[in-house]
């Protein structure tokens, strides 16, 4: 069985190596990584390959960066030749970049089997890039693998049948499971005692001069009581440069590798991100987690976890963060199935249709 995984962006890394490294242990299973390019700084994406100890992709689109559809169109030209040439069996696509809307799109002309890995999460915004992309990939995918149980109540609402729909948890948490220890040997060198992790990158929080002032405002309020860490974006970076902010008094980090910012967040305080991924991740971790958005598409990091969505309210922000200062922040339990196996689960149901 030859199976073609697809990445493109950071946080597509760390879900396709725990399903990649399960599918090694399988017999008959041969592997194919494409990424597309969408992310190219080496701090965005080679760092992850040799700390997830994934193999140099075998094929790199090298699309880069660009409109969404400019993006999206690049990554399906250049995508179906490949899939003409290699003729796998199925193709993995991850998450909710514009690679995977794209990948999915050719797989689902060509007749190619596609299986989503992060299937079914919802934050019933459209305005989000990453919704339209989560319910286009869904419509096209022939298998669904999803994290948690609102993942499957979403999918069967818009009509997907429930024998492609597969719960298998959260293959983010594998890496990190499998990582942690060693993350936590990392060196935390010009890093406070007590800080808040901060990283902010939406095109909704980022992008609008108004917006970006008054986040970094708060943010700047929030040093006065913490130091703020943030490791930032090469977007985010960019536009508080280009609308002249002031972010001096902020520890202002490039981007860290995965080992570096898992090791950060297990040890902050508290986390404030508009981030998908690091919602989850601070769920496992036990660590208080405030969001800067209005909505979530992974809820069980606010129902069963330590997530809490302040929103762009500095008030909210400001009481939210006077509770873990004084020791009083959310707590929460780990949701079913984060347990470090879903990459297995994966393999197992794929290596089963394999021996059919
Ligand atoms: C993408 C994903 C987002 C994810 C994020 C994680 C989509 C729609 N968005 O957003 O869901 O949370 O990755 O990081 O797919 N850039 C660089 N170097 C790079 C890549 C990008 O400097 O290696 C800069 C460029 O100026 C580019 C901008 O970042 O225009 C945005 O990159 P893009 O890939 O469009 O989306 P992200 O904001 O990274």
């Not at 809490?308 to 200062?325: A, F, M, N, T």
């Amino acid at each position: 069985m030859h199976i073609l995984h697809v990445v493109g962006a950071r946080p597509n890394f760390m879900k396709a190596a725990p399903v990649f490294h399960a599918l090694r242990m399988r017999h008959g299973v041969r592997q194919t990584i494409v990424h597309t390019g969408q992310h190219y700084d080496a701090n965005l994406s080679d760092v992850f390959f040799s700390q997830l100890e994934m193999p140099v992709p075998d094929v790199n689109l090298a699309v880069g960066s660009g409109s969404h559809a400019r993006q999206t169109a690049e990554v399906m030209t250049r995508f179906e030749p490949v899939v003409l040439e290699t003729k796998p069996d199925v193709v993995l696509v991850y998450g909710d970049v514009n690679s995977t809307v794209a990948a999915a799109l050719v797989c689902a002309k060509l007749g190619v089997r596609v299986g989503h890995v992060e299937a079914g999460l919802r934050s019933f915004d459209r305005s989000m890039p990453e919704e339209i992309n989560r319910l286009v990939t869904d419509q096209l995918a022939d298998a669904l693998y999803t994290p948690s149980e609102d993942g499957d109540i979403n999918l069967k609402r818009e009509g997907v049948s429930p024998e492609k729909i597969f719960r298998v948890g959260n293959v983010m948490i594998d890496s990190l499971v499998k990582l942690l220890p060693f993350a936590q040997r990392q060196s935390r060198s010009g890093i406070p005692e007590r800080y808040a992790l901060v990283t902010l990158h939406r095109p909704a929080n980022v992008d609008d001069s108004a917006t970006l002032k008054s986040l970094l405002e708060s943010l700047l309020e929030v040093n006065q009581d913490l130091s703020v860490v943030f490791p930032a974006h090469p977007r985010t970076r960019q536009r508080i440069s280009d609308f002249g902010l002031n972010a001096e008094q902020l520890q202002l980090l490039d981007p860290l590798p995965y080992l570096d910012f898992l090791n950060l967040q297990s040890r902050a305080t508290v986390v404030i991100t508009d981030s998908g991924g690091i919602q989850e991740e601070t769920t496992y971790l036990g660590v208080p987690c405030l969001t800067l958005r209005e909505n979530t598409e992974r809820p069980v990091t606010v129902s069963l976890g330590t997530n809490v969505l302040v929103g762009r309210d500095p008030d909210k922000l400001r009481s939210e963060l006077r509770l873990v200062i004084a020791g009083k922040a959310k707590r929460g339990t780990v949701p079913p199935l984060w347990d470090g196996h879903a990459g297995e689960r994966i393999a197992t149901l794929l290596a089963g249709r394999a021996s059919q």
